[in-house]
């Protein structure tokens, strides 16, 4: 069974654009989550989908955004790009439904803001 | 609030010999589930284990074990067997009730695992 696959896997954009981000989750799986992993901040939650809808969001900026397609992959878009930004972003992937609760991260997009 | 607790910033071990990373949790939900994640230096977060709070048994996989103990709010990992490949970034995880999903998991800081030959 594929993995949790991410693109693009890097990224490097100006400050002031946006930018995409797409995962795709474990076939079967319909919960995508994502992630901001910086060094001074750790790994820190973006936001949930789940059948299309965003089942939880964390404390970011209305920058940052996401959505789910009907196939269950995701995409997440931040605009107006700041140099903070600059980060690894993970999506996982997991059932959603509950057990068993394992998720299943994919390689992460690394985005350099400049 | 849900917190974990890693207190070991990094740690090393020799090859073929036994390791524990740290884990200690704080959480109000009187169901939750921990994990412990591996960070190779390429980026991807591994998933190891899991453990639920309601699981009689401790949880195994393979060469890692998680010592759960509910009283004491800790979920350490134990390696055993060391290879030079268990080199990484260790995280250990939870996810809660209370944390407004099901699958939003609250992050410790990180053990960086180095593996002597």
């Known amino acids: 069974k594929a993995g949790v696959t991410q693109t693009p896997r890097y990224l490097i954009k100006t400050r002031g654009q946006q930018v995409t981000l797409s995962c795709s989750p474990i076939s079967g799986h319909r919960s995508v989550s994502w992630y901001q992993q910086t060094p001074g901040q750790g790994l820190q939650f973006l936001f949930e989908?789940?059948?299309?809808?965003?089942?939880n969001k964390g404390n970011f900026p209305g920058r940052f955004s996401g959505r789910q397609f009907s196939n269950s992959r995701s995409e997440m878009n931040v605009s107006t790009l700041e140099l903070g930004d600059s980060a690894l972003y993970l999506c996982?992937?997991?059932?959603?439904?509950?057990?068993?609760?394992?998720?299943?991260f994919g390689p992460g997009t690394r985005l350099t803001v400049t | 609030a849900q917190k974990i607790t890693q207190t070991q910033p990094g740690m090393f071990v020799q090859e073929k010999e036994a390791v524990t990373l740290d884990c200690t949790y704080d959480?109000?939900?009187?169901?939750?589930?921990l994990f412990w994640y591996k960070q190779p230096s390429s980026g991807e977060m591994i998933f190891l284990i899991y453990?639920?709070?309601?699981?009689?048994q401790n949880a195994t996989e393979g060469r890692y074990s998680l010592n759960f103990q509910k009283a004491r709010k800790s979920a350490n990992l134990v390696i055993s067997a060391s290879q030079l490949g268990d080199s990484a970034m260790y995280f250990c995880?939870?996810?809660?009730?209370?944390?407004?999903?099901?699958?939003?998991?609250?992050f410790g800081a990180g053990t960086r695992l180095a593996v002597h030959p």
């Open positions: 996982a992937s997991s059932l959603g439904t509950g057990p068993p609760y394992e998720q299943y």
């Open positions: 989908y789940f059948s299309e809808t965003q089942r």
């Open positions: 995880a939870m996810r809660g009730s209370s944390s407004g999903g099901y699958n939003k998991l609250i």
């Open positions: 959480t109000s939900d009187p169901s939750y589930g």
């Open positions: 453990q639920g709070s309601y699981d009689q």
